[in-house]
């Protein structure tokens, strides 16, 4: 429970910094997890992405967590395509991912995500889609490997800073 809680809190911290900086996206993302998406950016072409999973088997009883974060560097210059008006970045980085199956046990399980993908980002609209893959090793309770697909989209809002008004 202890790791959990410094686990959330790490994870706050870092979502806490990034709405201070105005600029947010939330959204949806399919596949390896399934659920919510949001994305803020720190610095220039640093980012943090992430996405947060739960559901309910009502036949079973059983709940499922899942949560993870991700810090990201993109890279805008890669791909350059002069047919489309937005923008093309690739990017890689770094994460953590904590997941919880409770039925009549609680299992918590903790691993490190290493992300790669290519996000298309709308020039007219506030809008972007993404495709990612990330390795990821399970550290705890067990060691596992598995690969981890996922695509999705974003809307990005703008907050105004009252502090600069």
């Known amino acids: 429970m202890k790791k959990t809680i410094i686990f959330l809190i ?22 390896n997890p399934i659920g919510l998406s949001f994305e803020s950016n720190i610095v220039n072409n640093k980012k943090i992405a992430s996405s947060l999973e739960f559901a309910t088997n009502f036949n079973t009883a059983e709940k499922y967590f899942y949560f993870h974060t991700d810090y990201l560097m993109k890279y805008y210059e890669y791909i ?5 008006t937005g923008m093309l970045p690739i990017f890689y980085g770094f994460g953590i991912k904590y997941e919880t199956y409770a039925k ?6 903790f691993g490190i995500r290493i ?3 290519v996000e298309y980002i709308f020039n007219e609209i506030p809008f972007s889609i993404f495709s990612m893959l990330a390795p990821v090793i399970d ?6 490997l598995y690969l981890s697909p996922s695509f999705g989209v974003r809307y990005f809002f703008l907050i105004f800073n009252t502090k600069n008004y």
Do not use: C
């Open 104 to 109: 009549n046990a609680t299992q918590n399980i």
């Open 10 to 31: 790490t994870i706050l911290l870092f979502i806490e910094k990034s709405f201070a900086l105005n600029k947010y996206g939330v959204g949806i993302i399919l596949g």
């Open 115 to 117: 992300v790669f993908g």
């Open 80 to 84: 350059q395509k002069k047919d489309l």
């Open 139 to 144: 550290i705890s309770p067990e060691v596992s």
